[in-house]
């Protein structure tokens, strides 16, 4: 069994990777997304086959495979190319992989216009292949070292992607801004891998969860909860930068400046649920501090309730579509924070195919309208776009939590799981379903439906079979994904999941419920007993869809009156709550003043003390290069004084 997955979880690595070398040296023109589909395809097949053996693995948890020995530390310790595969890894590989090979098999007509492709187009597919390679490698490690790794590689990919269209200013700066807010999280995150190993002694994985499940240090002293809950904060750092969990979120709607594949790949499946898996990763580290696991619940609620309320006046797609991200990671770090790691990951893997599908979509009716993508220019595409419509339709639906679609299902048990934890998480996480119903159902009624209206000079015609093979696909699944976490059929997916949370989240949970409880739990007084839930939140589901139908198609002057009525809640939600220009009139602002400063300083000071110091050689120079004039009788005068000179000497002496 070790052998083959030895070989899978190589595939898996070097799939991509050989994708992306190819792609980007042997430069085969409007061919190039070839190498990079046949090496996620690769690597999708050997994750498939990872995922079975680990399901067939009887009472085997996990498998660490060790390639060799990396850097020896001098005092015995090693750091090693490790691949740790267990359900977690295995599930988490076969989500990334599958649905970055849909989106690279999207980007194949996605990425030409008019049949003709657009510059960049092989760097495009090698950057979209060098990221998957990182991403498998943040999942595959078996330790901190190469989770960093991995780590940082999947920023400096989103840095490339988000700026691919670099000649952009609006791009350029969006990459910036993205590579900058990740620095600060993962400045945190660093901190944290160090202090991992000053404690420990080694970055391990097994090593570290042991003793940090035995409470003690590498030294055998006691592991104090301060300590615990330090590593835990400054982990979460990382995850806040990576997730776009507040207050990190600001760079993840202006990476909508990248072609919608990289929204698609970034914000579905993989850079942006990095952060979760962390968090699940180090379930024994965070499950050891129930203050850590109560503010990973408050972040992910207040993020979660916070960015759909700014989507709820967006006009562009793809950033309405970002804030929901953003909303919808929130529900993951809230169902982390009440000891719902199994259905936060559940979210986690439907989220992967609904909001791909959205993503996708919203990239084919851009593709079809020449770049426009804001709603105020565009209507009535339902006709003009049918299979377009029809699939955006489906991950909208999904997205809002319809009954019997994926979102449904694993929102629903968050919501129950924050709830029985305590009652305004989940009343907070109930407003947010809410919403997301409606602002998503506003997007789908203003692009959709309504008189027929296209940009000047525009003529829209349906995506071709590449971008829709893709969106059919990720369709079916934001159907039936949902339907493996179900009590019909057994709940498979949280089965799966079960052995990996056994001794950390499971073990702690009332402990972190103790923590988080208030005064009042709704579930000890019935009122979600059973399927009551379920009930609430389709009825939300349902009311969001209502009301954006009522103000956006049956009587849409009452979207006017509202935001007539409520000028500076609107111009706050418009303006994101001014979050983005706190920073710049706090942060950046004032780093830009003191680079100025710094500039003066050494264009003045440190240049004038260096022209000082050099002006007596100078003058020299300046008085010897008199001699060196290039006439002959000049150097015939100066060798016959020098003889002069010596002849005196010598009979002088």
């Given at each position: 069994?070790?052998?083959?997955?030895?070989?899978?979880?190589?595939?898996?690595?070097?799939?991509?990777?050989?994708?992306?070398?190819v792609?980007?040296?042997?430069?085969?023109?409007?061919?190039?997304?070839?190498?990079?589909?046949?090496?996620?395809?690769a690597?999708?097949?050997?994750?498939?086959?990872?995922?079975?053996?680990?399901?067939?693995?009887?009472?085997?948890?996990?498998?660490?495979?060790?390639?060799?020995s990396?850097?020896?530390?001098?005092?015995?310790?090693?750091?090693?190319?490790?691949?740790?595969?267990?359900?977690?890894?295995?599930?988490?590989?076969?989500?990334?992989?599958?649905?970055?090979?849909?989106?690279?098999?999207?980007?194949r007509?996605?990425?030409?216009?008019?049949?003709?492709?657009?510059?960049?187009?092989?760097?495009?597919?090698?950057?979209l292949?060098?990221?998957?390679?990182?991403?498998?490698?943040?999942?595959?490690?078996?330790?901190?070292?190469?989770?960093y790794?991995?780590?940082?590689?999947?920023?400096?990919?989103?840095?490339?992607?988000?700026?691919?269209?670099?000649?952009?200013?609006?791009?350029?700066?969006?990459?910036?801004?993205?590579?900058?807010?990740?620095?600060?999280?993962?400045?945190?995150?660093?901190?944290?891998i160090?202090?991992?190993?000053?404690?420990?002694?080694?970055?391990?994985?097994?090593?570290?969860?042991?003793?940090?499940?035995?409470?003690?240090?590498?030294?055998?002293?006691?592991?104090?909860?301060?300590?615990?809950?330090?590593?835990?904060?400054?982990?979460?750092?990382?995850?806040?930068?990576?997730?776009?969990?507040?207050?990190?979120?600001?760079?993840?709607?202006?990476?909508?400046?990248?072609?919608?594949?990289?929204?698609?790949?970034?914000?579905?499946?993989?850079?942006?649920?990095?952060?979760?898996?962390?968090?699940?990763?180090?379930?024994?580290?965070?499950?050891?501090?129930?203050?850590?696991?109560?503010?990973?619940?408050?972040?992910?609620a207040?993020?979660?309730?916070?960015?759909?309320?700014?989507?709820?006046?967006?006009?562009?797609?793809?950033?309405?579509l970002?804030?929901?991200?953003?909303?919808?990671?929130?529900?993951?770090?809230?169902?982390?924070?009440?000891?719902?790691?199994?259905?936060?990951?559940?979210?986690?893997?439907?989220?992967?195919?609904?909001?791909?599908?959205?993503?996708?979509?919203?990239?084919?009716?851009?593709?079809?309208?020449?770049?426009?993508?804001?709603?105020?220019?565009?209507?009535?595409?339902?006709?003009?776009?049918?299979?377009?419509f029809?699939?955006?339709?489906?991950?909208?639906?999904?997205?809002?939590?319809?009954?019997?679609?994926?979102?449904?299902?694993?929102?629903?048990?968050?919501?129950?799981?924050?709830?029985?934890?305590?009652?305004?998480?989940?009343?907070?996480?109930?407003?947010?379903a809410?919403?997301?119903?409606?602002?998503?159902?506003?997007?789908?009624?203003?692009?959709?439906f309504?008189?027929?209206?296209?940009?000047?000079?525009?003529?829209?015609?349906?995506?071709?079979?590449?971008?829709?093979?893709?969106?059919?696909v990720?369709?079916?699944?934001?159907?039936?994904?949902?339907?493996?976490?179900?009590?019909?059929?057994?709940?498979?997916?949280?089965?799966?999941?079960?052995?990996?949370?056994?001794?950390?989240?499971?073990?702690?949970?009332?402990?972190?419920?103790?923590?988080?409880?208030?005064?009042?739990?709704?579930?000890?007084?019935g009122?979600?007993?059973?399927?009551?839930?379920?009930?609430?939140?389709?009825?939300?589901?349902?009311?969001?869809?209502?009301?954006?139908?009522?103000?956006?198609?049956?009587?849409?002057?009452?979207?006017?009156l509202?935001?007539?009525?409520?000028p500076?809640?609107?111009?706050?939600?418009?303006?994101?709550?001014?979050?983005?220009?706190?920073?710049?009139?706090?942060?950046?602002?004032?780093?830009?003043?003191?680079?100025?400063?710094?500039?003066?300083l050494?264009?003045?000071?440190?240049?004038?003390?260096?022209?000082?110091?050099?002006?007596?050689?100078?003058?020299v120079?300046?008085?010897?290069?008199?001699?060196?004039?290039?006439?002959?009788?000049?150097?015939?005068?100066?060798?016959?004084?020098?003889?002069?000179?010596?002849?005196?000497?010598?009979?002088?002496?």
């Open positions: 069994m070790h052998d083959t997955l030895t070989v899978s979880a190589l595939v898996i690595l070097l799939g991509p990777l050989a994708g992306a070398v792609a980007a040296v042997a430069r085969v023109g409007g061919r190039s997304h070839w190498p990079a589909i046949l090496g996620v395809a690597a999708f097949v050997a994750s498939c086959v990872v995922l079975i053996h680990v399901n067939q693995a009887d009472g085997e948890a996990a498998a660490k495979i060790v390639l060799y990396w850097i020896s530390d001098g005092a015995g310790s090693t750091f090693d190319i490790a691949f740790l595969i267990d359900p977690l890894s295995s599930l988490m590989l076969v989500t990334v992989t599958g649905i970055a090979l849909l989106v690279i098999i999207y980007s007509d996605y990425m030409r216009e008019g049949g003709i492709i657009v510059r960049g187009y092989e760097r495009f597919f090698a950057f292949s060098l990221f998957v390679f990182s991403m498998c490698i943040l999942i595959l490690g078996g330790n901190f070292l190469l989770l790794v991995g780590w940082e590689a999947v920023g400096l990919c989103s840095y490339l992607l988000i700026g691919f269209y670099y000649g952009k200013p609006s791009a350029a700066a969006a990459a910036k801004k993205a590579f900058v807010v990740n620095r600060v999280g993962d400045f945190g995150f660093g901190l944290a160090l202090l991992i190993y000053l404690s420990f002694g080694t970055l391990d994985y097994d090593i570290v969860f042991d003793l940090v499940q035995r409470g003690v240090l590498a030294s055998g002293e006691a592991l104090t909860q301060d300590r615990t809950t330090t590593i835990a904060l400054l982990l979460l750092c990382g995850a806040c930068g990576k997730s776009a969990q507040l207050p990190l979120h600001v760079w993840l709607p202006d990476a909508m400046e990248g072609p919608s594949p990289v929204s698609a790949l970034i914000h579905a499946a993989t850079m942006v649920t990095a952060g979760v898996f962390m968090i699940a990763r180090c379930g024994a580290v965070f499950a050891a501090s129930p203050t850590a696991m109560a503010i990973v619940a408050v972040i992910g207040a993020t979660a309730l916070f960015a759909a309320t700014i989507a709820l006046v967006q006009t562009d797609m793809k950033r309405v970002a804030y929901s991200t953003i909303s919808q990671l929130g529900y993951m770090f809230l169902g982390m924070g009440v000891s719902a790691a199994d259905s936060a990951l559940f979210h986690l893997f439907t989220h992967a195919f609904f909001k791909a599908l959205l993503f996708l979509a919203a990239g084919s009716v851009m593709h079809a309208l020449a770049g426009v993508i804001d709603v105020r220019h565009f209507g009535g595409l339902r006709t003009v776009l049918p299979w377009t029809r699939t955006f339709l489906i991950g909208a639906l999904a997205l809002s939590g319809f009954p019997l679609l994926s979102g449904f299902f694993s929102k629903d048990e968050i919501i129950h799981h924050a709830l029985e934890a305590n009652t305004v998480l989940g009343v907070m996480a109930l407003v947010t809410l919403l997301t119903a409606f602002y998503t159902f506003r997007i789908v009624f203003l692009a959709f309504g008189r027929k209206r296209l940009p000047e000079g525009v003529h829209p015609h349906e995506s071709g079979g590449w971008m829709l093979t893709s969106l059919f990720l369709s079916a699944g934001a159907v039936a994904a949902g339907y493996l976490g179900v009590d019909v059929t057994g709940k498979p997916f949280h089965r799966f999941l079960g052995p990996v949370f056994a001794t950390t989240f499971a073990a702690h949970h009332a402990d972190h419920i103790t923590v988080l409880a208030g005064e009042h739990s709704l579930t000890s007084t009122f979600v007993a059973n399927y009551g839930l379920m009930v609430v939140s389709a009825a939300l589901a349902l009311l969001g869809i209502a009301g954006a139908y009522l103000l956006y198609v049956h009587q849409p002057w009452l979207a006017g509202i935001r007539a009525s409520s500076r809640l609107y111009r706050a939600l418009w303006n994101k709550y001014f979050v983005d220009d706190l920073y710049d009139a706090v942060l950046v602002r004032p780093a830009r003043q003191f680079g100025r400063f710094c500039v003066g050494d264009d003045y000071l440190i240049d004038g003390l260096l022209w000082v110091a050099t002006a007596v050689p100078r003058g120079a300046f008085l010897l290069r008199g001699l060196q004039n290039g006439a002959m009788q000049g150097y015939g005068l100066t060798m016959l004084a020098g003889v002069a000179v010596i002849v005196v000497l010598v009979l002088g002496a």
